[in-house]
């Protein structure tokens, strides 16, 4: 399955970088998302593209700040978070969609799920 890295206590205004990696996996065919859950909150979308490339798909909170891309020759997906805010403390999961025309913000829309990682910004 998916398995999330990355995530740890940071300050407002630095950066982060979490991956997801798929040891023995392709998702070639996938649309690959990241979600977040804060404490007492339903989880969220944060951002999804293709695993082939093309269209990405950001939630307006993380708009201009967060960078979702795919490295092929290392079978993984990264979120590169920016500007980090207090309010985006929560714990972070990515997700494989076999579905494309599918909704991507949709968490039902994702089959495959990894473990969440925390990314704690403080202010």
């Known amino acids: 399955q998916l398995q999330a890295f990355g995530g740890g206590l940071v300050q407002a205004g630095d950066s982060l970088k979490l991956s997801c990696a798929a040891p023995?996996?392709?998702?070639?065919?996938?649309?690959m998302g990241w979600f977040r859950q804060a404490p007492g909150k339903e989880r969220e979308f944060v951002a999804a593209?293709?695993?082939?490339?093309?269209?990405?798909q950001y939630s307006d909170s993380v708009i201009g700040r967060f960078t979702i891309y795919i490295d092929n020759a290392k079978n993984a997906v990264y979120l590169q978070m920016n500007s980090l805010k207090p309010e985006d403390t929560a714990v972070y999961y990515c997700a494989g969609n076999s579905y494309s025309d599918s909704d991507w913000a949709d968490t039902v829309s994702y089959g495959a799920w990894g473990q969440g990682t925390q990314v704690t910004v403080s202010s």
């Open positions: 023995g996996r392709t998702f070639n065919n996938y649309v």
């Open positions: 593209m293709p695993w082939s490339g093309g269209f990405n």
